[in-house]
Each structure stands twice: as structure tokens, then as C-alpha cells.
């Protein structure tokens, strides 16, 4: 069992860690490290990488079938693959020629670019940024699923993906990355009364200061306690300063740009997941020199830069799918393929918010004849919107009310917590991220439960082999925010019949009123504010729907040329024996009766307006 297979002692270490903070001098007296010159391979070699502290007790305050059984084995598995692939882009770092620094402003000439791509890849397969370096970025995010989830268990069951220091979670399922560099920064458009832009489900990652929000969502997952875990932006710089790759990163970004003094007590506060009572407010426990902290303030910036540079290039971002073939002329869809393309841009009305290029032509007996107006579409509209999810039980976020070892507790609100989203985030509410305009926060109401329209590219994507439908090979996936969609059918049947077959019961009790779950029966949503009324009740027939899965299908990256590093998958996926119309129905659990929304959440100004049912 996973509860025995980490070792004791975090409370000592904790303990000690307190004492160290509380009397270790204001700056260290080791001197800094030497730099890089940029355009020359002048590296000083890296201060080895220490081993990994012994891992904290395991935190499990989750009721029997919440974590996956084979959830140590499925870590292991991806941190394997995750080796993999860090090592193949040091071997691409090594191998690229270097950049001429030269011209008004000053460029890196020639391969400068790829550079910063390359170094974006190394820095996110990279396990030792974590405090106990066992979860890089891409432990949520690998390239076989379009960089989403990449444990079909996890996904079928605990929805968010364990963090450094197990078995902590977040709340939300792990968003694809692909095409994210798209989104722009967000704002508010008065004259539509609607949000665009931003990053993360919750738009949180807003670009405000790096003016692109790709580059300022990858700064969120080191710091954040349920993820990544340091508890302070220095220790990734710290660690940076550490890596194999730090000649690269001073070749794109500077010589001496990592020459940092970091105090002698670094190491410990940075093995020390975020979030531990120790650290009581103190969200800078790392304690710089203000010139330092300027430094590894800004190398904290390109570390952001550098991951968005690896997320826009071709590596993930690849139009490369059946679709943009098609654009150009050189694939054919099948007769499926062409019916779900008139259906998505017709009766389906998924155009409306996963943007293609064309025109909407949902009238009865209208068809497009246009051509696409770009033949690079992202398919979103950039927006969000409140889909009308049912609250998913199986969400690990609900049962952690009990303090870890660390004296940390993710939610006190237990089941009284409920999912607003962009609205919780306005508010700088709890379990978000703060808001950094306070003009956008009289428009909270407005967008309670919304949830950004995330691209539809690779939304099928997985390993070679493997499909999201059953009976398979079934990569298992989940969809939407809190993964309670999954597979592609049951994504297309809830816009088809959410309002059609809703239900005033919540998961897991449509079988106590003779029907089934996610075939014609909806449970309540989450959140009934703001929903969108567009779809509910689109009367598509079975086939419909499934033509429409067909064209989904098209959108995924590597028809064209290979995906980069998307055969790396090393587990399996079984063929399962329900169909996609009840795919993971045998892992529903029933939700418990469920207090009122708590007043951390529902009870801050601005207060939610009143539920308004869609017409009919």
C-alpha cells in the first residue's frame, strides 16, 4: 500500500527547519557563482544536486476508492518517462550551436530562439525544482495526452493531480497546454459585458505584468502548495542556479543573471513544501538582500518566458492535425468526419465558443459555404462560461479539512465549498489566486461559476493506439474543470441533454430515481448562476452526437508530422467493457448530503446574485 512506502520524520524536520529560520543570519557569506557569457560556452559547473530529502508522511484523509490503487506505481511510471525526456532535451541543449549576441537591441542571432525553447523544455520535465524533487511540471502535463493528465486513474478517480508532498491535491483537473500562448492577457470588454483572456481554468494567470499570461501561468504551479509546493519564488531560482542546464540559461538570459547570494539556509526552507505552519504569513522566507531579491525576482520571470517559448513552439503547439491538413487542401475527411464539422458549426453550436474561423449557421436548413477565414483557428473564443457541472464527489479537493504533517490544511470547508471560479477569483475569494484590479471586482456576480472555454485542439489526443472512448484501448481522460465528463460521447451528450434530462439530485443518485447517469440523467450543477442557456436542449440524435466525436477527433496534432515526444507513454490501456455512454459510471460514487455553500465562498462582497434558470 502507498501509506507504506515513504519514510517518517517530517515533524522533526519541521521542528528544525523553525529554528533555522527563526536564527539564521540576515546574508550568508559564500560567494557568488560565476556566470555565462552569452554566445560563449564559458559554463561554471553546477553545484551538484543533492539527494532528495526523506519524503513527509503520507497525508490520507481521503474515505476508501478516492485515491487510485495503483497510484505509487502510476507515479513512478511517469517520473520514468518524465527522466526520459528531461535528459533528451540536455542532449538537444548540448548539440544546438550557439547564439551571436549582437545588433540594436541586442538579439541572439541564429539560434536564439530555440534556445529559449529548449531551455523551457528542460525546465519543465525538471523534478528538482520541486521541494522533494519528485514532481516537475510536466508530472500534470505530458506530451501523449496534448501535455494533460497522464494517469488514467487519476483522472477516473480523484479528478487533481498529487503534489511534492503526497498525497496533497488541488481542486481542478490539469488543463491542457496546448495553445495556451494564445490567449491574451485578460481583460473586460464593457460594450459585450464579458471576460477574455487569461490562463488557468479560473483565468487567474492574468499577464498583467509579463504582459502574456502563458508565461505567467507556469509561474503559479511552483509555488502552489497543492502542486510543486516552494514556498517561496526564490527557491526555483535557487534551484535554477543548481541545474544542469544553468550554462543555458545564462547563455539566453544573461551572464550572471543566476549570481545570486542565497543565505546558508536555503536548501533547508526550499525542502520544505509551502504551506507548512512554520512558515506561518511569511510568503518570502528565503531572505534575500533587496538587490538579490530584485535578481531572483526577475530570473524567476524568464523562468516563466522560457516555459511559454517551449509551449508556443511546434514542439506542443503543432498544428499538425487531420483539420489543418485539411485546410490546406491535403486530407479528405471522411463522411462522418464532414457531417461533424456541419454539426459543430451548425446545430451543435459549438462554434459559438470554440471558434474555428466560420461562421455559426444553427438555422434550420442553413449551410456554410464560405471558406475558413484563418487557417490557423484555436477553436475558443478566448471566454468562459458556466457549463452547469454537476459537483463531482470524487474531487480529492473536498476531503482535505485535516492538517498534514506540516500543520497544513487545503480546505476546512470540506463539502461547504463550491467552485465559482473567475468569479471566487474577482474576489480574491478563498482557494484563488488575488486579484491585481480592483475595478474587476464589482463584476464578480456577473461571472460566478464561469470557467474558461479551453481550446479544443488535442482534446483527443492521446498515446499511439489508446482512444478517451470505450471499450478502447481506453486512455482514460476527464474533462472540464472538475473531470466529471469521461469520454468525447458523454462531453457532446451533456450539451446536447443537460436541460433535457436534468435532475434535482446530486452524483451518484440518479439510480435511486430508475434512471442512469450521464445517459438521461443530469445531476444539479454545481453552481446554478450564470448558466449558459446556448446549449441544454440541441435535440442532435445518437448518430449526430457521434459524428460530432468523429470531427473532435480531427483536431488532434501529429497527423501531418510525428507529435514530439508523444509515443514516450509506458503504460497500458485496457479495453474496458462499458461503452463511452457510461464510461466511468462504475467508479460513481454517491455525493453526501451537502451543507449550504459556506460563507468563505458565497458569503464575500460582492454577494452572488440569485440562480436564473435557463427559459423553458
Known amino acids: 500500500m502507498h501509506r507504506h512506502q515513504w519514510a517518517m520524520g517530517a515533524a522533526a524536520c519541521a521542528l528544525l527547519l523553525g529554528g533555522m529560520i527563526l536564527s539564521h543570519p540576515v546574508e550568508a557569506d559564500k560567494p557568488p557563482m560565476t556566470g555565462h557569457t552569452r554566445g560563449k560556452k564559458m559554463p561554471t559547473p553546477p553545484t551538484p544536486i543533492k539527494p532528495p530529502p526523506s519524503p513527509a508522511p503520507i497525508y490520507d484523509p481521503y474515505p476508501p476508492g478516492i485515491l487510485p490503487d495503483d497510484i505509487d506505481a502510476e507515479l513512478a511510471r511517469v517520473l520514468r ?58 508530472s500534470c502535463h505530458m506530451p501523449y495526452v496534448g501535455f494533460s493528465g497522464p494517469i488514467p486513474s487519476v483522472n477516473l478517480t480523484m479528478v487533481a493531480y498529487p503534489g511534492t508532498a503526497h498525497f496533497r491535491a488541488g481542486k481542478r483537473s490539469a488543463q491542457r497546454y496546448t495553445y495556451a500562448p494564445y490567449f491574451p492577457v485578460l481583460d473586460y470588454n464593457p460594450t459585450q459585458g464579458l471576460f477574455f483572456g487569461g490562463n488557468f481554468w479560473d483565468s487567474r494567470a492574468t499577464g498583467y505584468i509579463l504582459q502574456q499570461p502563458d508565461a505567467e501561468q507556469a509561474q503559479h504551479p511552483p509555488v502552489d502548495t497543492q502542486e510543486m509546493g516552494n514556498p517561496d519564488t526564490a527557491c526555483i531560482v535557487f534551484k535554477l542556479s543548481q541545474a544542469e542546464y544553468r550554462p543555458f540559461f545564462e547563455q539566453a538570459w544573461g551572464a550572471g543573471s543566476l549570481d545570486i547570494k542565497f543565505p546558508h539556509d536555503t536548501e533547508a526552507i526550499c525542502a520544505t513544501p509551502g504551506g507548512a505552519a512554520v512558515f506561518g504569513t511569511n510568503v518570502t522566507p528565503v531572505r534575500l538582500k533587496p538587490a538579490d531579491r530584485l535578481r531572483a525576482n526577475e530570473a524567476f520571470n524568464h523562468w516563466g518566458q522560457s516555459l511559454d517559448a517551449y509551449e508556443a513552439s511546434l514542439d506542443m503547439s ?6 489543418d491538413a485539411f485546410l490546406a487542401g491535403h486530407y479528405t475527411m471522411t463522411a462522418d468526419e464532414t457531417a461533424g464539422y456541419q454539426l459543430f458549426d451548425g ?41 452547469g457541472l454537476p459537483l463531482n464527489p470524487r474531487d480529492a479537493f473536498f476531503y482535505q479539512t485535516t492538517p498534514d504533517s506540516f500543520g497544513f490544511t487545503a480546505n476546512p470547508l ?30 464578480a456576480p456577473s461571472v460566478d461559476g464561469q470557467f474558461q472555454v479551453s481550446s479544443a485542439r488535442n482534446v483527443a489526443m492521446v498515446p499511439p493506439g489508446c482512444t478517451t472512448e470505450a471499450p478502447g484501448p481506453v486512455f482514460q481522460k476527464g474533462f472540464f474543470h472538475n473531470g466529471y465528463i469521461k469520454s468525447l460521447k458523454q462531453l457532446v451528450h451533456f450539451y446536447n441533454t443537460r436541460d433535457l434530462y436534468a435532475e434535482n439530485v446530486t452524483s451518484g443518485h440518479c439510480s435511486d430515481i430508475g434512471k442512469t447517469e450521464k445517459v438521461d440523467c443530469w445531476p444539479m450543477p454545481e453552481v446554478q448562476l450564470n448558466l449558459d442557456c446556448t446549449t441544454g436542449n440541441l435535440g442532435l440524435t445518437d ?64 454577494l452572488p446574485n440569485p440562480p436564473m434558470p435557463c427559459p423553458g
Open 81 to 138: 518517462e518524465i527522466d526520459g525526456i528531461e535528459q533528451e532535451a540536455l542532449a538537444q541543449l548540448r548539440v544546438l550551436p550557439p547564439p551571436v549576441l549582437t545588433g540594436q537591441p541586442p538579439t541572439l542571432q541564429g539560434t536564439g530562439k530555440r534556445l529559449i525553447q529548449l531551455l523551457g523544455k528542460a525546465m519543465n520535465f525538471d523534478k528538482n525544482i520541486s521541494p522533494n524533487r519528485n514532481t516537475a511540471c510536466s
Open 318 to 323: 503543432a498544428f499538425s492535425s487531420k483539420f
Open 347 to 387: 446545430k451543435g453550436n459549438c462554434n459559438s465558443c470554440h471558434v474555428d474561423g466560420r461562421g455559426t449557421t444553427i438555422s434550420p436548413g442553413q449551410t456554410d459555404t464560405s471558406k475558413a477565414a484563418t487557417v490557423n483557428p484555436v477553436f475558443t473564443c478566448f471566454g468562459s462560461a458556466n457549463e
Open 414 to 443: 470540506g463539502f461547504g465549498y463550491r467552485d465559482l471560479g473567475l468569479g471566487t477569483f474577482l474576489r480574491s475569494g478563498f482557494g484563488a489566486a488575488p486579484n491585481p484590479n480592483a475595478d474587476w471586482i464589482p463584476l
Open 543 to 606: 448518430q449526430e452526437e457521434d459524428q460530432i466525436v468523429a470531427f473532435l477527433q480531427t483536431l488532434t496534432d501529429g497527423f501531418t508530422t510525428a507529435y514530439p515526444d508523444g509515443d514516450t507513454f509506458t503504460g497500458t490501456c485496457p479495453t474496458i467493457g462499458d461503452s463511452a455512454a457510461t464510461q466511468g459510471n462504475d467508479s460513481l460514487i454517491p455525493t453526501p448530503p451537502l451543507p449550504p455553500c459556506a460563507p468563505e465562498v458565497c458569503g464575500v462582497a460582492p
